[in-house]
């Protein structure tokens, strides 16, 4: 948790000192992914049991707590999986890399660049859906940004060289994300029927 600032106020810096830190996954699951992704399962809950889904002209979808708790859970599940499925996208791209970091490194820094997205999940506590994907859209732009000045130092390569891997992480990560938000629509805002 101790590098969500610096994320923020001074990202190079911050990739340079997570990149020294030799972090394993577990420590980071514990410390800092499991912690972040709580933020936006919580905030959707309350948002979702208690305000509901907002589609405007007072046209509320609002769940009950047993739907939102199931949904929360797989919700949650989603999102750790998200994680884990980045991290093993930015492995096998540095596959021709000589400095080709470990699966574990390439899930931690999975983890740090995600951040912005987490933070963003604070806005499902009232969830407007032009409000929702307002946010998202500028989460999701930081992330694109912490990923392309986090490649050059994470893979020790130039920024021409990380520019080009960062753009292609960036577009499978959308999709990554693409699938998530679409299983999360089906979840939150048709979940009801599930459970």
Known sequence: ??????????????????????????????????????????????????????FGADNYLQLSLGTGIGLAVLFYALMLAGVAVMGRVIWWMARNYPQRPSLARCMVFAGYVATPLFLSGIVALYPLVWLCVLVGTIALCYTGYLLYVGIPTFLNITRDEGLSFSSSTLAIGVLVLEVLLALTVVLWGYGYRLF
Request: glycine share 6%.
């Open 1 to 54: 948790m101790n590098h969500v600032w610096g994320l923020f106020s001074h990202p190079d810096r911050e990739m340079q000192t997570i990149k020294r830190e030799n972090e394993t996954v577990s420590h980071h699951y514990l410390h800092h992914v499991l912690i972040m992704a709580a933020i936006p399962v919580i905030c959707a809950f309350i948002g979702t049991t208690q305000i509901g889904w907002n």
